[in-house]
């Protein structure tokens, strides 16, 4: 193809795509990197009924982050935007910094859990969850006051991530300032049940964690990763660690994601879309703008994770 047929393709194609994107309605956008317009981060991913689903913090100073917005795809490239699938109107006891939603699906209905008001001890706030008929809500308060509303082992409770094993058990990762605790949930994902010990929590930190756990389970293998750096800075960044259990032990491989200084700063927060009946894996993150120096200006991206011979993860490489 020569280069007047080569440009005359791309006009044709971008006119198309630009078309389709008007056609497909205000809601709906058809996208690359970021994904969805907006300033979003945290972003949680899920595949429900073959349908694919991201649900970002809205990011915003914390007086002004009292909702969350959904965004539905059927094919990771056309995302539909939810508004408010929930806000702290549905939650009485949520009155600042919502955020780091864990969605799943179990007993025909969706389960929504965030963190809230940015607790500290002796204040009202932590993670909380809220229920649905449907992904796209509205989701409604279910306990009328925090699942986990207090500070163990040194970790705020916030940034949860449920994680479901292939025996049925729900765990929830979980926690900020450095420490990070799993939890056991009941069968009705309402209440925490102890371990085989006696216990509720137990703390299993790897070195270097800061906040963001998320757990990837793949050929009987457990990688736990996680944020490190400071949210506000560009050295924010994913790290992971493998091992047999949902347990642990979990010593520290390596980075799998960090700032590119050719495409975005502060990229971490993450988590993965498996696509079902294949080994392809996508990871959800957010990443700040080049030469921004808002915090609260992130943005949600997906790029391909691959995963070597070994098992082990190669690092991300972010792109437009």
Same mark, same amino acid.
Not at 102 to 122: L, T
């Given at each position: 193809?020569?280069?007047?047929?080569?440009?005359?393709?791309?006009?044709?194609?971008?006119?198309?795509?630009?078309?389709?994107?008007?056609?497909?309605?205000?809601?709906?956008?058809?996208?690359?990197?970021?994904?969805?317009?907006?300033?979003?981060?945290?972003?949680?991913?899920?595949?429900?009924?073959?349908?694919?689903?991201?649900?970002?913090?809205?990011?915003?100073?914390?007086?002004?982050?009292?909702?969350?917005?959904?965004?539905?795809?059927?094919?990771?490239?056309?995302?539909?935007?939810?508004?408010?699938?929930?806000?702290?109107?549905?939650?009485?006891?949520?009155?600042?910094?919502?955020?780091?939603?864990?969605?799943?699906?179990?007993?025909?209905?969706?389960?929504?859990?965030?963190?809230?008001?940015?607790?500290?001890? #002796?204040?009202?706030?932590?993670?909380?969850? $809220?229920? @649905? +008929?449907? %992904?796209? =809500? /509205? &989701?409604?308060?279910?306990?009328?006051?925090?699942?986990?509303?207090?500070?163990?082992?040194?970790?705020?409770?916030?940034?949860?991530?449920?994680?479901?094993?292939?025996?049925?058990?729900?765990?929830?990762?979980?926690?900020?300032?450095?420490?990070?605790?799993?939890?056991?949930?009941?069968?009705?994902?309402?209440?925490?049940?102890?371990?085989?010990?006696?216990?509720?929590?137990?703390?299993?930190?790897?070195?270097?964690?800061?906040?963001?756990?998320?757990?990837?389970?793949?050929?009987?293998?457990?990688?736990?990763?996680?944020?490190?750096?400071?949210?506000? #800075?560009?050295?924010?960044?994913?790290?992971? $660690?493998? @091992? +047999?259990? %949902?347990? =642990? /032990? &979990?010593?520290?491989?390596?980075?799998?994601?960090?700032?590119?200084?050719?495409?975005?700063?502060?990229?971490?927060?993450?988590?993965?879309?498996?696509?079902?009946?294949?080994?392809?894996?996508?990871?959800?993150?957010?990443?700040?703008?080049?030469?921004?120096?808002?915090?609260?200006?992130?943005?949600?991206?997906?790029?391909?994770?691959?995963?070597?011979?070994?098992?082990?993860?190669?690092?991300?490489?972010?792109?437009?």
């Amino acid at each position: 193809m020569n280069h007047r047929n080569l440009f005359l393709a791309m006009t044709l194609l971008c006119g198309a795509l630009s078309a389709y994107a008007q056609h497909v309605g205000k809601n709906t956008t058809v996208g690359s990197n970021p994904v969805f317009p907006g300033w979003y981060a945290d972003p949680e991913a899920a595949v429900f009924d073959h349908e694919y689903w991201i649900y970002p913090t809205y990011s915003a100073p914390y007086d002004q982050q009292t909702f969350m917005d959904a965004f539905s795809s059927k094919d990771l490239v056309t995302w539909t935007k939810h508004p408010h699938v929930l806000s702290n109107a549905n939650v009485a006891w949520a009155k600042r910094a919502m955020w780091a939603p864990s969605v799943v699906q179990a007993h025909g209905k969706y389960y929504f859990f965030f963190a809230a008001n940015d607790v500290h001890p #002796g204040e009202l706030g932590g993670i909380g969850v $809220a229920v @649905a +008929d449907r %992904p796209d =809500g /509205p &989701f409604k308060d279910a306990l009328g006051k925090p699942l986990i509303g207090e500070v163990v082992n040194g970790a705020q409770p916030i940034d949860q991530f449920v994680f479901r094993d292939d025996d049925g058990q729900y765990y929830m990762y979980y926690g900020g300032w450095g420490h990070c605790n799993m939890v056991r949930l009941a069968p009705d994902l309402l209440s925490l049940v102890p371990f085989a010990d006696g216990t509720l929590y137990k703390e299993i930190t790897p070195k270097g964690y800061v906040e963001g756990p998320f757990m990837l389970k793949r050929n009987g293998k457990y990688y736990f990763m996680w944020s490190e750096g400071g949210w506000t #800075g560009p050295d924010y960044r994913v790290a992971y $660690a493998i @091992a +047999d259990s %949902p347990f =642990g /032990p &979990f010593e520290r491989i390596g980075t799998i994601l960090q700032q590119d200084p050719k495409i975005a700063t502060g990229a971490g927060h993450h988590s993965i879309i498996h696509v079902p009946g294949t080994d392809e894996y996508y990871i959800v993150y957010h990443r700040r703008p080049l030469g921004e120096t808002d915090a609260n200006h992130r943005v949600t991206c997906i790029d391909r994770l691959y995963f070597g011979p070994d098992g082990k993860i190669r690092p991300v490489r972010m792109t437009r």
